[in-house]
């Protein structure tokens, strides 16, 4: 079983985002993900010291739907990225950092984003007007690590823009799986 990371953003049906802070979804509102440069987002995810994602690293998955239609979902590969240094010069995910926690910003792997113009293209085709992305990555825990899995999720639309917390400080062990069971991260 994946210990999956929560949904990263739902451009298509934000009040389904309870998780996401009110002024995330007021910066969202004006994306538009079937526009955006696919090559330019980033993601990013903090989870604490001791937890590490799995060999397969961090997907991203792109599903757009339409009731009367149904999904189309695409996996796309994710790969570690430089930040990018704000105006002072420093890290622009500085402001996420904190003692016990170790942040790693994303990007789609170059040789994907063919993949996700064909999703997009045949996204705009059919006419499914609800996109939705999120990330999907195994997490492990070391031995003798304690405490929660607290993670948190982040996305930057563009260069120059700011990092959005999309899903703070969510403890993945309380979330619940289909069936009412919960999450379980198994050991690295």
């Known amino acids: ?9 739902c451009a298509g049906l934000l009040a389904a985002c309870t998780t996401v802070p009110v002024g995330t979804l007021a910066a969202l509102s004006a994306f538009d993900p079937a526009k955006a440069d696919p090559a330019a987002l980033r993601a990013a995810v903090r989870i604490p010291e001791g937890f590490r994602l ?3 690293g961090a ?9 009367d ?29 904190k003692p016990g926690f170790t942040v790693t910003a994303y990007r789609i792997a170059a040789e994907d984003l063919p993949h996700v113009a064909t999703f997009r293209t045949t996204a705009a085709e059919r ?7 999120g990330i999907d990555a195994a997490l492990c825990r070391a ?7 607290l993670a948190t ?20 062990e309380a979330l619940e799986l289909e069936g009412g069971e919960k999450l379980r991260i198994p050991p690295c």
């Open 69 to 97: 239609y149904g999904k189309l979902v695409a996996r796309v590969r994710l790969e570690a990225a430089a930040t990018e240094a704000g105006r002072s010069g420093a890290d622009d995910l500085a402001p996420w950092r």
């Open 59 to 67: 997907i991203l998955v792109l599903t757009a739907w339409r009731k």
């Open 143 to 149: 031995v003798g690590a304690i405490g929660p899995a």
């Open 127 to 133: 006419r499914l007007d609800n996109l939705r992305f």
């Open 1 to 9: 079983m994946r210990a999956g990371l929560p949904a990263l953003a």
């Open 54 to 56: 799995g060999k397969d």
């Open 153 to 172: 999720s982040l996305l930057k639309t563009g260069p120059g823009a700011r990092w959005l917390p999309l899903n703070p400080e969510i403890d993945l």
